[in-house]
């Protein structure tokens, strides 16, 4: 299934892995070429602990990717609190020196399988309008767009849906 030479291993987080909060903030910084000592990685550590320490498996996965020892990788998935039968891919990293081998392809189907062994009739996500990797990602997956939508910081966004049932 996936084009990945060495081992990794995928697996969801229990609100034990807390600690673990720095080390996906650490992901994305190298993600986003983010200085990985500024105080918004610090922030963003301390906000995914709390996330993590606070995981309700009915209502939201969180997958990491290790591949040698390292993180590579991160997925979350969220069930839709207006109408539970739909869940939102709300995050999705992979670290550059691991993208384009099916890591994220990998981690989006974990958590695909995920909501639908809990009932999700459909998974939606969102990406930047501009950000045609993402949108080439989405479409490979059987995503369908469903249109666009700014938000309120003028960010524009293509919106996804993908039917499960």
């Not at 720095?22 to 990985?36: E, F, T, Y």
């Not at 309120?152 to 499960?164: K, N």
């Amino acid at each position: 299934m996936t084009r990945m030479s060495e081992p990794v291993e995928i697996r969801a987080l229990t609100p034990a892995d807390a600690c673990l909060g720095r080390s996906i903030a650490l992901l994305g910084a190298a993600v986003s070429g983010v200085d990985r000592c500024s105080d918004g990685v610090a922030e963003r550590a301390a906000v995914l602990a709390e996330e993590i320490a606070a995981i309700d498996p009915d209502g939201r996965a969180i997958f990491v990717a290790w591949r040698s020892g390292q993180l590579v990788g991160f997925c979350r998935m969220s069930r839709d609190a207006e109408n539970p039968s739909d869940w939102w891919l709300q995050g999705l990293l992979v670290h550059p020196d691991h993208q384009r081998r099916g890591l994220a392809t990998a981690l989006v189907t974990q958590g695909m399988v995920y909501a639908q062994e809990r009932g999700a009739a459909a998974i939606g996500s969102m990406t930047q309008r501009g950000n045609v990797r993402s949108i080439q990602f989405h479409e490979s997956l059987g995503f369908e767009q469903q249109g666009h939508l700014t938000l309120p910081d003028g960010t524009e966004m293509v919106r996804f849906c993908l039917a499960t049932g």
